[in-house]
């Protein structure tokens, strides 16, 4: 166990008793703080009242589905940041797809190895404890043209409007802009930005990269900033790509 996980709260939502019994116990045994709720509007209220280091969610519940509690959660303030993992029973890509566009930052499958789920709670909250929230002293900034982010604050602006990410959308802007001009594959952007790729996670990627699209770029629809490098990757066009100055 480690002093880091052990401050650490999880709050698993899942209507099935036997699953949360052993996401759990798993989550007890690598260090963590495990919160419990078995429907939608019990988790609204943890959320409100225990204030989780991460949120495990099942998408199926009994009142309020998993797509309208992260609909709630990332159009408010409080938990904008709060990183999600989605679990879910149902395999359509369009399922999985809906929820990383409304702002779950990764998913498991039912059924699913729990140890899976630790080793992708650990990198989530790995990523989004990496420096201090808003309001903590600045750090390293990176820009292009009018795109910054500030490491250190976890802070991303484009000219003078804030921009709220996820974790997950936040570390793969780091990425691309840690490596302005460098094409990543899908595998090299998912391993370098998140810790990890798994096999068939290309258009897990290719989500969060839309949504960063419309948080960023002034035309999603023509994107001056990420840019498709088509049969490869993505990539962040530096200033000559952009031809500024």
Do not use: C
């Not at 609909?71 to 999985?96: C, N, S, W, Y």
């Not at 809906?98 to 998913?107: I, P, R, V």
């Not at 595998?187 to 096999?199: M, P, R, W």
């Not at 068939?200 to 290719?206: A, I, K, S």
Request: glycine share 8%; proline share 4%.
């Amino acid at each position: 166990m480690t002093s880091t996980a052990s401050k650490q709260s999880i709050l698993v939502v899942d209507d099935d008793k036997e699953i949360v019994r052993l996401v759990r116990g798993y989550l007890r045994q690598a260090g963590y703080e495990v919160l419990v709720a078995y429907d939608g509007e019990s988790a609204m209220q943890s959320l409100r009242t225990e204030k989780p280091d991460l949120l495990i969610l099942d998408l199926m519940l009994p009142d309020r589905d998993g797509w309208d509690i992260t609909r709630a959660i990332r159009a408010g303030e409080a938990h904008a940041q709060l990183p999600i993992l989605m679990l879910t029973a149902r395999i359509e890509d369009v399922d999985k797809i809906l929820g990383l566009e409304l702002g779950a930052d990764d998913y498991v499958t039912k059924p699913f190895n729990p140890r899976e789920v630790v080793a992708r709670v650990r990198a989530l909250l790995r990523r989004s404890a990496t420096g201090p929230r808003p309001g903590g002293r600045a750090g390293t900034l990176l820009q292009v043209a009018q795109l910054k982010v500030d490491l250190g604050r976890r802070e991303v602006r484009v000219g003078d409007h804030e921009v709220e990410l996820t974790p997950t959308e936040f570390d793969l802007l780091r990425t691309l802009m840690e490596n302005p001009g460098y094409v990543f594959t899908r595998d090299e952007l998912l391993e370098k930005g998140l810790g990890y790729a798994y096999s068939g996670m290309g258009r897990t990627l290719d989500t969060h990269i839309k949504n960063l699209r419309y948080k960023i770029e002034s035309d999603p629809r023509e994107p001056t900033y990420i840019q498709t490098v088509y049969g490869v990757g993505y990539r962040l066009a530096d200033e000559t790509d952009r031809g500024d100055t």
